[in-house]
């Protein structure tokens, strides 16, 4: 999501399954440390690269978005922190919380949900076009 963001003319549309959405919550995480580093020393980092606080430097209607996390994953409470951000910020998007883990069984189902997405994405696109 935060590249979509980023570049948002070039994609034009996101979906995030199970994202590492706000990175907060993940600041003793061993990934996103190796990724970002100490958070004492590259703080900023965490705030600049963290998608809670990217949606807010954006046009609502920047980019076409699709978020899906299974309840029992857990990075579900970031997700739909995300969900309820969003919302008050007005910006279109679809939310799916459905039951399941942060696993491959959950993405295997969550997959044909992104996939009807971006297809609906792509013919209002071309349709414009």
């Not at 990175?23 to 690269?49: A, C, H, P, W």
């Not at 491959?104 to 996939?115: D, F, M, T």
């Amino acid at each position: 999501m935060f590249i979509g963001y980023r570049h948002a003319k070039t994609f034009g549309g996101v979906g995030s399954m199970s994202g590492a959405v706000d990175l907060e919550g993940l600041k003793k995480s061993r990934l996103i440390y190796g990724i970002l580093g100490d958070t004492t020393t590259n703080e900023r980092y965490y705030e600049d690269f963290n998608v809670m606080n990217i949606i807010k430097d954006y046009p609502a209607d920047s980019i076409a978005l699709i978020i899906d996390c299974g309840v029992d994953d857990f990075l579900f409470a970031a997700n739909k922190k995300l969900h309820e951000e969003l919302l008050k910020l007005k910006t279109p998007h679809d939310y799916i919380e459905r039951p399941g883990k942060h696993d491959w069984p959950y993405w295997a189902n969550a997959v044909e949900y992104h996939l009807l997405f971006f297809r609906n994405y792509f013919d209002k696109v071309n349709i414009g076009n």
